[in-house]
């Protein structure tokens, strides 16, 4: 006993050291636009936004097959797999000679991620009685938030180095959690059904991908030129494959079953939606601190992080208010407040630079809206989920969220790309603003929460 508790501590780590790499990642690379904009200078902000856009894409479209994938196969094997891919990837982006290898070395970053995220929080379920559930659960959904407080200063410190520092960081942490979890993590399968659906998977990826595309380049493609109406027009024909294929496949990417749950299928459409501004909020704050008001990237990274951490720490609290008075009024709050974060902005920000009065209290007071309405949106999208589709659901509403985030960038990048002025970070802010406001109104509508009724077939009795 003595002996299994260290293993089980180490195990833990290991587990909870992936999705540290993992979410740092997007908190850590936006820090270093500056820098990639500098490297790459005959990039346009719109072609250096797929760095960050290229990854959430993948990742959220390979979200559910890969978890699929992990129970058939082992989740010690998709994870450990998952983290070599990754730190591997990781190697290829700092050593990427031009932006289009980097964004395709970011590509095969996702693709680890994809397989790490579900299989982590599988095999950390089972290293605790059932009864104890919400411990893992809650370590899990706290590394992401540690990871974001931590990612702008650990970027600035970095990128003073050299921008390829932020991706060279992960080798060694990545080779030396593969080598030790292959001894002490257990493996854990569970028998599926079929196959995952890897053709639609990589049809909702190229789907997101044109849409992504048809925003960042139709300002200087021409929003009425023959380029970007046929990149709507695959859009949509992405859109209605994607439906389509959901009712067909045995195991598809987005499971009907599950958004048949009104109270499901609302909250991952205010992830969706709120995801976009947060997405606005992580590019926009960047770019204004280190292109209107000239700071440096380590102290921009310093600026930054009081929002982040303000998530860190009102996201419990934030979760012990939904579970107590419903996830709608708490998500509403948090989208109104993360709202007047982005309005904050709008209001005092001038080429002048004032953080105390200006970037801080705007960067708090979104970071509270943050900390209230993401335990809200994760709360309602699987509250009404049996255990053995808790999963699933998580898997989806993350799928949500990174398409949401990727929306979101390239909608930015698009208001900001040339040379822009504070009046387009206004425009930014306001967008930010927008998607905060109506994802907590959305949230709103998802009617009463009901905790699961187990059944012999949990799914179809929950979507009655």
């Given amino acids: 006993m003595n002996r299994a508790e260290p293993s089980r ?36 902000l719109s072609n250096i936004s797929w760095v960050l856009s290229a990854y959430a894409i993948m990742f959220a479209a390979l979200l559910m097959p890969a978890g699929r994938w992990a129970d058939q196969s082992g989740r010690k094997r998709a994870f450990l797999a998952g983290l070599a891919l990754f730190t591997l990837a990781s190697a290829g982006c700092a050593a990427a000679p031009s932006l289009g290898i980097l964004v395709a070395a970011r590509v095969l970053q996702a693709v680890g991620a994809a397989l790490m995220m579900p299989s982590s929080l599988g095999l950390l379920l089972p290293m605790f009685p059932p009864e104890k559930r919400a ?16 990612g702008p200063p650990i970027g600035g410190l970095l990128v003073q180095l050299d921008w390829r520092w932020v991706f060279l960081v992960n080798i060694p942490i990545g080779v030396v ?4 979890g292959w001894r002490v993590l257990r493996e854990v399968r569970e028998e599926t059904r079929s196959a995952p659906d890897v053709f639609g998977a990589l049809v909702l990826a190229a789907t997101v991908a044109v849409i992504v595309g048809a925003i ?14 046929g990149l709507i027009a695959l859009g ?24 048949k749950i009104r109270s499901v299928a609302f909250a991952d459409l205010a992830t969706l939606l709120f995801m976009g501004g947060f997405g606005a909020m992580v590019l926009a704050s960047t770019l204004f601190l280190t292109a209107i008001w000239h700071h440096s990237i380590l102290r921009a990274g310093m600026e930054i992080a009081p929002g982040p951490l303000m998530v860190t720490v009102v996201a419990v609290p934030g979760g012990l208010l939904a579970a107590r008075f419903g996830a709608r009024a708490v998500g509403l709050i948090g989208g109104i407040i993360f709202a007047a974060g982005g309005l904050w902005w709008v209001l005092t920000s001038h080429t002048d630079p004032n953080f105390v009065t200006s970037f801080l209290p705007g960067a708090i007071i979104g970071g509270i809206g943050l900390g209230l309405i993401l335990p809200s949106l994760s709360g309602a999208a699987t509250l009404s989920l049996p255990p053995e589709r ?27 790309d040339g040379r822009p002025g504070v009046s387009d970070f206004h425009a930014a802010w306001l967008f930010m603003a927008g998607c905060g406001l109506v994802g907590g109104l959305v949230l709103l509508t998802i009617g009463a929460e009901r905790p699961h009724v187990e059944t012999r077939d949990p799914v179809a009795a929950a979507a009655n």
């Avoid at 540290?20 to 990639?36: E, M, Q, T, Y």
């Avoid at 959690?177 to 030790?180: A, D, E, G, H, P």
């Avoid at 960042?216 to 109406?229: D, F, N, P, T």
């Fill in 216 to 229: 960042v380049q139709g300002q200087e493609w021409g929003w009425g030129s023959a380029r970007i109406l």
């Fill in 236 to 259: 949509v024909l992405g859109v209605l494959f994607t439906v389509w294929r959901m009712f067909r496949h045995p195991a598809p990417v987005i499971e009907p079953g599950i958004l």
């Fill in 390 to 416: 808790f999963a699933t659901g998580t898997a989806m509403n993350s799928m949500c969220r990174q398409v949401g985030l990727a929306l979101g960038i390239a909608v930015v990048a698009a208001i900001l």
């Fill in 177 to 180: 959690s593969v080598l030790v």
């Fill in 9 to 44: 501590a180490l195990s833990i780590t290991v587990v909870l050291t992936g999705v540290f790499i993992s979410a740092l990642d997007l908190f850590i690379v936006n820090i270093a636009f500056p820098k990639l904009e500098h490297s790459f200078s005959s990039a346009s």
């Fill in 135 to 150: 411990v893992p659960i809650g370590l899990w959904s706290a590394v992401g938030g540690v990871a974001a407080a931590a």
